[in-house]
T-cell receptor, first 114, second 113 residues
Framework: KAGVTQTPRYLIKTRGQQVTLSCSPI?????VSWYQQTPGQGLQFLFE???????NKGNFPGRFSGRQFSNSRSEMNVSTLELGDSALYLC?????????????FGQGTRLTVV | AQKVTQAQTEISVVEKEDVTLDCVYE???????LFWYKQPPSGELVFLIR??????QNEISGRYSWNFQKSTSSFNFTITASQVVDSAVYFC??????????FGGGTRLMVKP
């Protein structure tokens, strides 16, 4: 079966702009989580959605937001981009709520802010 | 607060050597889950193992083995007879009752032929 698909794979944006990243989970998976990976901060949890509701949120400013649609696809939005937002953004899907189940990750979207 | 520490940032071994990746965690919860993930150069995280806090039994899967010791809050990962394809960044992670996933800083493993 198809894995987790993230689009686009690469993105270059200018400071102050906004960006939307997309994640299509594995069919049947209802939980989608987002992570930011940077050389300095490592892998950090952004938020998790389950059945269209945000269930958990990491310690990120309000510029980072997300949503989940009825087909479990999820989008993540970052507004007023800063240089420090340059990172690999990873999405993971799992059958159940929370990360105590096996999660499958996409290849990520590499965002560069210039 | 919970924390996962992978003290080894980078390890280099020669093919066929055994290598152990260390993971030490901190949590106040009695119920939690520990994970190991592999991140190859392609970027996606590949699930390797999940262990809950009540199951201290060590596990072996092919060349991989895991040693979970609650007494020392450690969940170490050993690769036996390493291969070049094992080269990747390996992450240890913890999920507590609050369902927050916390990753360690990762260990970059380089296996040279």
């Amino acid at each position: 079966k198809a894995g987790v698909t993230q689009t686009p794979r690469y993105l270059i944006k200018t400071r102050g702009q906004q960006v939307t990243l997309s994640c299509s989970p594995i069919s049947g998976h209802r939980s989608v989580s987002w992570y930011q990976q940077t050389p300095g901060q490592g892998l950090q949890f952004l938020f998790e959605y389950f059945s269209e509701t945000q269930r958990n949120k990491g310690n990120f400013p309000g510029r980072f937001s997300g949503r989940q649609f009825s087909n479990s696809r999820s989008e993540m939005n970052v507004s007023t981009l800063e240089l420090g937002d340059s990172a690999l953004y990873l999405c993971a899907s799992s059958l159940g709520l929370a990360m105590n189940t096996e999660a499958f990750f996409g290849q990520g979207t590499r965002l560069t802010v210039v | 607060a919970q924390k996962v520490t992978q003290a080894q940032t980078e390890i280099s071994v020669v093919e066929k050597e055994d290598v152990t990746l260390d993971c030490v965690y901190e949590t106040r919860d009695t119920t939690y889950y520990l994970f190991w993930y592999k991140q190859p150069p392609s970027g996606e995280l590949v699930f390797l193992i999940r262990r809950n806090s009540f199951d201290e039994q060590n596990e072996i899967s092919g060349r991989y083995s895991w040693n979970f010791q609650k007494s020392t809050s450690s969940f170490n990962f050993t690769i036996t007879a390493s291969q070049v394809v094992d080269s990747a960044v390996y992450f240890c992670a913890l999920v507590n009752a609050g369902n927050m996933l916390t990753f360690g800083g990762g260990t970059r493993l380089m296996v040279k032929p």
